[in-house]
């Protein structure tokens, strides 16, 4: 792995050759220097690197990787700021809502627990044709989607569909399921 730019040295990766550990250690490596103060950050990932990434990791892989809460949290947390970026203003037309997403680091769908350790949210308000990405809930949402941090890696990098999230549990939707069921439309995915 390069250290002058574990960024690169990630994207060049391909997990099908790599053990788990040395999975998680190429990421934790990333999202450290990411953290850092230095000038090399996760937003150097191509979208299409990174979905070529998830494509070829296996399960055990990215389960690896999200349970470390902390590297969990630094990848979700970048892959939520792409999305004002993957916004596709052109298919959301006049679309206006508030879209919660809750993602249990443990990979269930449960919304039913007093304890919310181990649960990131974020919300992302659609308007005049943007996608502004919080952690801090402000709005009533229209739909709120459950799910846990492997699903949403692959369903953000075209590795998974939502329909089938859904119908196999591990996916949940509250409020207006509809709407939620063409989100995906509303977003430009990159492919592997």
């Known amino acids: 792995m390069s250290e002058s730019d574990p960024i690169a040295a990630l994207a060049a990766t391909d997990p099908k050759k790599v053990s788990r550990e040395e999975f998680v250690s190429l990421l934790e490596a990333a999202s ?3 953290a850092s103060e230095t000038e090399v950050d996760l937003s150097s990932l191509e979208p299409e690197q990174f979905a070529r990434l998830i494509s070829r990791a296996s399960d055990e892989q990215l389960r690896d990787v999200m349970d470390r809460p ?6 979700l947390d970048e892959l939520f700021r792409r999305m004002g970026e993957h916004y596709r203003s052109d298919k959301a037309k006049s679309t206006e809502a508030v879209v ?9 769908t449960s919304q039913d627990s007093d304890d919310e350790s181990g649960v990131l949210r974020y919300e992302c308000v659609l308007s005049g044709g943007t996608c502004t990405v919080s952690k801090t809930p402000e709005h009533e949402p229209r739909a709120t989607v459950m799910l846990g941090p492997v699903e949403l890696l692959k369903l953000a990098s075209s590795n998974a569909s939502a329909p089938m999230l859904f119908m196999t549990g ?3 939707v509250a409020g207006d399921v509809g709407f939620a069921a063409g989100l995906t439309k509303l977003f430009q995915i990159p492919k592997a």
Not at 70 to 75: G, K
């Open 32 to 34: 450290e220097v990411a």
């Open 70 to 75: 902390e590297l969990a949290e630094r990848i």
């Open 100 to 108: 919660r997403w809750r993602i249990n680091l443990d990979g269930s």
């Open 170 to 172: 591990k996916l949940k």
